[in-house]
């Protein structure tokens, strides 16, 4: 799922992604979620809008589209001698034009959602591309805020029916069932523990590796059930620890400070710029802990559990997860891996975290009476729990359920007082003008979820759908043919049913939420050099090509360019050399009957590899590279080949790449795009955006004595990958690219790079 809030600005330096989303998205305090100022419920939110020009945007700021959609239905806006009398003008001017999208999309491994997007309220013209049936792309301009009650503002909903309520958060109950393990096929975000009443905190830990806790202090056994969240974040990991309120059940305080990088360990530290960073060296802590499976122990140290059981085994099975957390007064040393403890995401939608189903509404008026939601008013905190509640009733925008759902305003409520027939008339007819048709989704009951909670929340997942990916590979290639001799040629791209495209692409997802290539600008990164290397998907194996000579004579028959044959490119990130197809064979635990492979073996193919490496014209004449010049045993040939005919093995020795180069590092830098023009034979003028950032991430993997060369021109196919990455940064991310005079204001590449 990629998903935007429906204002698009500029981010402020320093400004986290969830502060910007609420930046984004002002909203009226007197209509916000989910009840109207009468008590009835109330669907959505209104978003304020000042209509001041936006600095470095349009002149008008329109209303963009959260993701990618269809339009279900809409109305032009009437004019504005409409907009000022009755029925529309009813509690003060408002317009009438509404955009209703239908969004399809995926949040996890056989995990298809619906969900729909409503903006009702807007002004004068629509974009003319909105029409029944059309397609709109996220950011794509819907139309104009408009009024309501005289205030310039829209209002804006997103809802879904019961059964794709199910599959987005895993559940309609209040609360989150802590008696198992959460959700393994839909993981994403912060991870989250259940640390059930008796939880033992060990003072310290002497050896890491091991559960064994017979020689250890403990320091405090906890009374209480506590509830710890784990964070990954640019290098980082935060732990905080939380505990129900003693007097509001619904509420979650903090226990202690977050600790941050508390269990980073000086050894595990591969570069100055990550030291003690956390994250950034899980690869090594896993080496270091989990030696003889790190991969398995790789998951342990990002999920708390292993949730790829049907490729990775945990060695020993009982190996720990010992992390430092808060209890109420100190800290301790705590066993994660425990089956004790359950495990969760952002996914399951945690309660401690704020998150609540309210579904004990029964009737389908538009009153609340919701014990839950009177609780929560009664105890002061609606407002503070408000963002995260889903709460299931009708939707307000259907004139046929309009009598049965407002009826209860005739004789009126302990806090609203009886309404008059003439007033419930014209509030009827007020209604009437707004409400429109919404097909089979308006005419029951509906999650409803805050708009601000859900964009934000969601951004965390970053599970590509088959729509999003065929995005980020742009329609033309920009390839050099010889120094300055450069074309712009056309992308096939295939994606049907049985493709490797279409085949690889859960496997893909998995490895990135596994490595934590879960920002849009990792993603930039990764799959910027990812597709290109795959020839556009299209293959995990290099066009391989080796020297052929005759076996009695030694004569060479033909002559091929690749001098590194079998070691050649394998997988999405094209995993080469000896060295590194072992280093990836002991991170996925492979052993050689029972033991580690023959090191004799290993090290014979690694000297080899580096004397032709750097012996240029011995590579052809005197190769020693041959499986059966080494004796390479049947298993590990086997292991090598599985990196590109096994998707998931290809995916996984991509992971396996980005974190055993650091890529996130460099990722995680900011990206100044550069637009870079070329001319190219017959079709003229063409534009490409790179960045710093890119390189570096790119060298990182393929050429890393040269990260911090950025005029090195040596690197294969990197225009192409930049034409990738020009992609990924418009589909994915809300930056803007430069003209041709370094303003940023271009919302898409030049050069109508764009699959669409």
Same mark, same amino acid.
């Given at each position: 799922m990629?998903?935007s809030?429906?204002?698009i600005?500029?981010?402020n330096?320093?400004?986290s992604?969830?502060?910007?989303?609420n930046?984004?998205?002002p909203?009226d305090?007197n209509?916000?979620?989910?009840?109207?100022?009468?008590?009835?419920?109330?669907g959505g939110?209104?978003?304020l809008h000042?209509d001041r020009?936006a600095?470095g945007?349009d002149?008008?700021?329109?209303?963009?589209?959260?993701?990618?959609g269809?339009?279900?239905?809409?109305r032009?806006?009437?004019?504005?001698?409409?907009?000022?009398?009755?029925?529309?003008?009813y509690?003060?001017?408002?317009?009438?034009?509404y955009?209703?999208?239908?969004h399809?999309t995926?949040?996890?491994?056989?995990?298809?959602?619906?969900?729909?997007s409503?903006y009702m309220h807007? @002004?004068d013209?629509l974009?003319?591309?909105?029409r029944?049936?059309?397609?709109?792309?996220r950011?794509?301009?819907i139309?104009q805020?408009g009024?309501v009650?005289?205030?310039?503002?829209? /209002?804006?909903?997103?809802f879904?029916?019961n059964?794709?309520m199910?599959?987005?958060t895993g559940?309609t109950?209040?609360e989150l069932?802590?008696t198992?393990?959460g959700?393994a096929?839909?993981?994403y975000g912060?991870?989250?523990?259940y640390l059930p009443?008796g939880?033992?905190?060990?003072?310290?830990?002497?050896n890491? *590796?091991s559960?064994?806790?017979?020689h250890l202090?403990?320091?405090?056994?906890?009374a209480?059930?506590?509830f710890?969240?784990m964070t990954?974040?640019?290098?980082d990991?935060?732990?905080?620890t939380?505990r129900q309120n003693?007097?509001?059940a619904?509420l979650?305080?903090?226990v202690?400070?977050?600790l941050v990088?508390?269990d980073?360990?000086?050894?595990?530290?591969?570069?100055t710029?990550?030291?003690?960073?956390y994250?950034?060296?899980?690869y090594?802590i896993?080496r270091r802990?989990?030696?003889q499976?790190?991969? *398995?122990?790789f998951?342990l140290?990002?999920?708390?559990?292993?949730i790829?059981?049907? /490729?990775e085994?945990?060695?020993?099975?009982n190996?720990?997860?010992?992390r430092t957390?808060?209890?109420?007064?100190?800290t301790g040393?705590v066993?994660?891996?425990?089956?004790d403890?359950?495990?969760?995401?952002d996914?399951?939608?945690?309660?401690?975290?704020?998150?609540?189903?309210?579904?004990?509404?029964?009737?389908n008026?538009?009153?609340?009476?919701s014990?839950?939601i *009177?609780g929560?008013q009664?105890s002061?905190?609606?407002?503070?729990l408000?963002?995260?509640?889903v709460?299931?009733?009708?939707?307000?925008w259907?004139?046929s359920?309009?009598?049965?759902r407002?009826?209860?305003?005739k004789?009126?409520?302990d806090?609203?007082p009886?309404?008059?027939?003439?007033?419930?008339?014209?509030? @009827?007819d007020?209604?009437?003008?707004?409400?429109?048709?919404?097909g089979?989704p308006?005419?029951?009951?509906?999650? /409803?979820?805050?708009?601000?909670?859900?964009?934000s929340?969601?951004?965390k997942?970053?599970?590509l759908?088959k729509?999003?990916?065929?995005?980020?590979v742009?329609?033309?290639l920009?390839?050099?043919?010889?120094r300055?001799? !450069?074309?712009?040629e056309?992308?096939?791209y295939?994606?049907g049913?049985?493709?490797v495209?279409?085949?690889?692409?859960?496997?893909?997802n998995?490895?990135?939420?596994k490595?934590?290539?879960?920002?849009?600008l990792r993603?930039?990164?990764?799959l910027g050099n990812?597709?290109?290397?795959?020839g556009?998907?299209?293959?995990m194996?290099?066009g391989y090509?080796?020297?052929?000579?005759?076996? /009695?004579?030694?004569r060479?028959i033909?002559r091929?360019?690749i001098?590194?044959y079998?070691?050649y490119?394998?997988?999405?990130?094209?995993?080469?050399?000896?060295?590194?197809?072992?280093k990836?064979f002991?991170?996925?635990?492979?052993?050689?009957?029972?033991?580690?492979?023959?090191?004799?073996?290993?090290?014979?193919?690694?000297?080899e590899?580096?004397?032709?490496?750097s012996?240029?014209?011995?590579?052809?004449?005197?190769?020693h590279l041959?499986?059966?010049?080494?004796?390479?045993?049947?298993?590990?040939?086997?292991w090598?080949?599985n990196?590109?005919?096994?998707l998931?093995?290809a995916?996984?020795s *991509?992971?396996?790449?980005?974190?055993?180069?650091?890529?996130?590092?460099y990722?995680?830098?900011?990206?100044v795009?550069?637009?870079?023009?070329?001319?190219?034979?017959r079709?003229?003028?063409?534009?490409?955006?790179?960045?710093?950032?890119?390189w570096?991430?790119?060298?990182?993997v393929n050429?890393?004595?040269?990260?911090?060369?950025?005029e090195y021109?040596g690197l294969?196919?990197f225009?192409d990958?930049?034409?990738? !990455?020009?992609?990924?940064?418009a589909?994915l991310?809300?930056?803007?690219?430069?003209d041709?005079?370094?303003?940023?204001?271009n919302e898409?590449?030049e050069?109508?790079?764009?699959?669409?």
């Amino acid at each position: 799922m990629i998903i935007s809030p429906p204002f698009i600005r500029s981010r402020n330096a320093g400004e986290s992604d969830p502060s910007w989303v609420n930046r984004m998205m002002p909203v009226d305090i007197n209509r916000g979620f989910p009840l109207n100022q009468n008590a009835s419920w109330h669907g959505g939110v209104h978003v304020l809008h000042t209509d001041r020009q936006a600095e470095g945007y349009d002149s008008i700021e329109f209303v963009r589209a959260i993701a990618d959609g269809m339009v279900i239905s809409f109305r032009s806006p009437s004019s504005t001698d409409r907009r000022d009398a009755f029925p529309l003008n009813y509690n003060g001017r408002t317009d009438d034009g509404y955009v209703l999208l239908k969004h399809e999309t995926e949040i996890g491994e056989n995990c298809s959602v619906v969900y729909y997007s409503l903006y009702m309220h807007l @002004r004068d013209r629509l974009d003319p591309a909105i029409r029944n049936g059309a397609r709109v792309w996220r950011r794509d301009r819907i139309g104009q805020s408009g009024m309501v009650d005289n205030v310039n503002a829209f /209002h804006f909903e997103v809802f879904c029916d019961n059964e794709n309520m199910l599959k987005l958060t895993g559940r309609t109950t209040p609360e989150l069932d802590i008696t198992r393990d959460g959700r393994a096929d839909t993981v994403y975000g912060d991870i989250h523990f259940y640390l059930p009443p008796g939880t033992h905190f060990y003072a310290f830990v002497p050896n890491s *590796a091991s559960p064994d806790t017979d020689h250890l202090n403990v320091v405090h056994t906890s009374a209480e059930p506590l509830f710890v969240s784990m964070t990954f974040e640019k290098g980082d990991c935060t732990m905080v620890t939380r505990r129900q309120n003693a007097t509001m059940a619904a509420l979650f305080d903090l226990v202690g400070e977050p600790l941050v990088n508390t269990d980073a360990n000086p050894t595990d530290n591969t570069m100055t710029e990550t030291s003690l960073k956390y994250e950034y060296n899980l690869y090594n802590i896993s080496r270091r802990l989990y030696p003889q499976n790190p991969s *398995a122990g790789f998951e342990l140290l990002r999920f708390g559990r292993v949730i790829s059981t049907g /490729h990775e085994t945990l060695m020993p099975a009982n190996a720990p997860l010992w992390r430092t957390v808060s209890f109420p007064g100190g800290t301790g040393m705590v066993n994660l891996a425990s089956s004790d403890i359950k495990k969760f995401s952002d996914a399951d939608f945690p309660h401690w975290t704020g998150w609540r189903m309210v579904n004990d509404d029964t009737d389908n008026n538009s009153q609340c009476n919701s014990p839950l939601i *009177a609780g929560l008013q009664q105890s002061g905190h609606l407002n503070d729990l408000s963002s995260r509640l889903v709460c299931h009733f009708p939707l307000e925008w259907n004139a046929s359920t309009f009598d049965p759902r407002y009826d209860w305003l005739k004789t009126g409520s302990d806090d609203v007082p009886a309404m008059a027939e003439k007033d419930y008339s014209q509030l @009827r007819d007020h209604v009437f003008a707004l409400c429109f048709d919404a097909g089979t989704p308006g005419t029951g009951r509906l999650w /409803h979820f805050h708009p601000v909670a859900f964009i934000s929340h969601f951004r965390k997942c970053c599970w590509l759908s088959k729509p999003e990916l065929k995005q980020l590979v742009p329609r033309y290639l920009l390839r050099m043919v010889g120094r300055n001799d !450069y074309r712009w040629e056309d992308i096939t791209y295939r994606d049907g049913a049985g493709s490797v495209a279409d085949n690889i692409r859960t496997h893909m997802n998995r490895a990135m939420q596994k490595h934590l290539i879960t920002t849009p600008l990792r993603i930039a990164c990764f799959l910027g050099n990812g597709i290109q290397e795959t020839g556009w998907l299209g293959s995990m194996e290099e066009g391989y090509r080796y020297t052929e000579r005759d076996p /009695h004579t030694g004569r060479v028959i033909r002559r091929y360019n690749i001098w590194y044959y079998p070691w050649y490119g394998r997988g999405l990130l094209q995993l080469t050399n000896p060295e590194n197809y072992f280093k990836y064979f002991s991170f996925r635990g492979r052993t050689f009957r029972g033991r580690t492979y023959p090191e004799n073996i290993k090290n014979a193919l690694i000297r080899e590899y580096s004397r032709l490496y750097s012996n240029r014209d011995l590579r052809y004449t005197d190769n020693h590279l041959s499986d059966t010049e080494n004796h390479v045993p049947e298993n590990i040939i086997r292991w090598r080949n599985n990196v590109s005919s096994d998707l998931h093995e290809a995916a996984s020795s *991509a992971g396996f790449y980005w974190v055993s180069t650091n890529m996130a590092y460099y990722a995680d830098s900011e990206h100044v795009l550069e637009r870079c023009s070329v001319n190219t034979r017959r079709s003229g003028i063409k534009i490409y955006y790179r960045s710093q950032a890119f390189w570096q991430a790119s060298a990182a993997v393929n050429l890393p004595n040269q990260i911090n060369n950025r005029e090195y021109r040596g690197l294969n196919g990197f225009h192409d990958r930049c034409c990738v !990455y020009g992609s990924a940064i418009a589909v994915l991310t809300e930056q803007k690219f430069p003209d041709s005079n370094n303003n940023l204001v271009n919302e898409k590449p030049e050069s109508d790079q764009l699959r669409r």
